[in-house]
C-alpha cells in the first residue's frame, strides 16, 4: 500500500483480497473490523464513506494491523476490542479471547440470578479472564454484586479496566488468586450463583486439533 489517494473502498477492496491470499477465512469481515478500529467509524459507517480518503497515519496504522491479521493474529488482538453481548471490551495479548458461546454461559447465569429472586443477589464466577462474564451480569442485573477471580495478573489488571471502563466498580469485585481462595470466608454462603468458564482445551490435543490462530496467539 503506497500513499497515493486510498479511499475506504479501495482500502477495504485490497484488504479483502490480501487477506483472502494470505488464507484469511472471513477476509472481509476482516477487513471491515480493521478499518473500523483505525478511522474511528462503525462498520455500518464505512460504507456510506466510501469515497473519503484515509490520512497518512491511518494509511500506515492500516498497514501494521493488516500484517498482523495476515500472521494470523486474532482479530480482537489486532484491534484491541470485541463486542460481548451488550458491552464491549478490552482484549490484548495473554488473556483468552471470549468465545461467542460464553454469551450461553452469561444466560445460564442470568437464570440463576433471576431464581433467587433477591434484590442484591451475589455472583461468584471463578477464572473471569477479560471480565466478560462478571461484568456481563452486573450490566444486565443491576443490582446483582459480582466477586470475580483470576489466577493470572495480566488478566485481572485488564478486567479491572475494562470494569472501568464500564462504569460497574461498585457492582463487580475482581480479585487475583487461585479460585476462590481470597474470597472473604464470610461471604461463601451467601452466593447465589457460581460461575466459571477455565481453559477446556487438553494440552495434548492443541498441535492437531486447534486452529493456528488460537494456539499460537492465546495463552
Not at 55 to 77: F, K, N, T, V, W
Not at 97 to 123: F, K, M
Amino acid at each position: 500500500m503506497t500513499h497515493d489517494t486510498w479511499t475506504i473502498k479501495r482500502v477495504l477492496d485490497w484488504t479483502s483480497g490480501y487477506l483472502a491470499r494470505k488464507g484469511d477465512e472471513h477476509p472481509r469481515l476482516s477487513a471491515e473490523w480493521l478499518l473500523a478500529a483505525v478511522t474511528g467509524l462503525s462498520r455500518v459507517e464505512l460504507y456510506v464513506n466510501f469515497d473519503r480518503p484515509l490520512q497518512a497515519d491511518e494509511l500506515s496504522e492500516m498497514h501494521a494491523a493488516i500484517e498482523r491479521r495476515a500472521a494470523g493474529e486474532p482479530l480482537q488482538y489486532v484491534t484491541g476490542e470485541m463486542p460481548f453481548r451488550h458491552i464491549v471490551l478490552r482484549c490484548e495479548r495473554g488473556v483468552l479471547i471470549p468465545r461467542p458461546e460464553t454469551e450461553i454461559l452469561v444466560d445460564a447465569a442470568l437464570e440463576g440470578v433471576d431464581a433467587a429472586g433477591e434484590q442484591n443477589a451475589r455472583v461468584l464466577e471463578v477464572g473471569t479472564g477479560t471480565g466478560c462474564v462478571a461484568l456481563s451480569i452486573a450490566s444486565e442485573r443491576p443490582g446483582t454484586l459480582v466477586t470475580a477471580t483470576d489466577l493470572s495478573p495480566r488478566a485481572v489488571e485488564l478486567a479491572r479496566r475494562n470494569c472501568e471502563a464500564l462504569g460497574l466498580e461498585g457492582a463487580v469485585e475482581i480479585l487475583e488468586c487461585d479460585l476462590a481462595s481470597c474470597v472473604d470466608p464470610k461471604l461463601m454462603g451467601t452466593f447465589s450463583v457460581l460461575v466459571s468458564n477455565p481453559p477446556y482445551i487438553p494440552t495434548r490435543v492443541l498441535a492437531e486439533e486447534v486452529p493456528a490462530e488460537v494456539r499460537d496467539f492465546e495463552p
